[in-house]
C-alpha cells in the first residue's frame, strides 16, 4: 500500500514562489507517476502538473503557463512542485497523488494525500 503526504504549503504574496513537497512510502513508489491536483470550494479538482516514475513524461495544466516546474528524486521518495509567480487564482488545496499511468485524469491516479493549503494574498 502506497501512502503519499504533502507539505510545504502556506501563505505567500503574489509574485511570490512556494515549493511543494510530496513524500511516498511504501513498496515500490518510485515507480509510480506521481500528479499534482488542487481543489478550491465549490469546485472540481484541477489537475495541475504530473511526471512519470523515469521523469521521461511531463505534463502540465493549462495554466500553469511555465510557472511552476515538477521534479522528483527517488533516491528520497519525493517530488517537488515548484511554483513562482504564484497569483491569487493560484490559491487552493494542493493533492499529490501516485497512480499507475502518467495521464492527466483524477480516476487514474490510485492514492492521495490528504492535502495541503496555499494561499496567495497580499
Known amino acids: 500500500q502506497i501512502q503519499v503526504v504533502e507539505s510545504g504549503g502556506g501563505v505567500v504574496q503574489p509574485g511570490g514562489s512556494l515549493t511543494l513537497s510530496c513524500t511516498g512510502s511504501?513498496?515500490?513508489?518510485?515507480?509510480?507517476?506521481v500528479g499534482w491536483f488542487r481543489q478550491t470550494p465549490g469546485k472540481e479538482r484541477e489537475f495541475v502538473a504530473l511526471?512519470?516514475?523515469?521523469?521521461?513524461?511531463?505534463e502540465y495544466g493549462y495554466f500553469v503557463k511555465g510557472r511552476f516546474t515538477i521534479s522528483r528524486a527517488n533516491s528520497s521518495n519525493t517530488v517537488y512542485l515548484q511554483m513562482n509567480q504564484l497569483e491569487p487564482e493560484d490559491t487552493a488545496v494542493y493533492y499529490c497523488?501516485?497512480?499507475?499511468?502518467?495521464?492527466?485524469?483524477?480516476?487514474?491516479?490510485?492514492?492521495w494525500g490528504p492535502g495541503t493549503q496555499v494561499t496567495v494574498s497580499s
Open positions: 511526471i512519470s516514475y523515469n521523469d521521461v513524461t511531463i
Open positions: 497523488s501516485a497512480g499507475s499511468f502518467p495521464v492527466p485524469r483524477e480516476s487514474v491516479f490510485e492514492f
Open positions: 511504501g513498496p515500490s513508489f518510485s515507480d509510480y507517476a
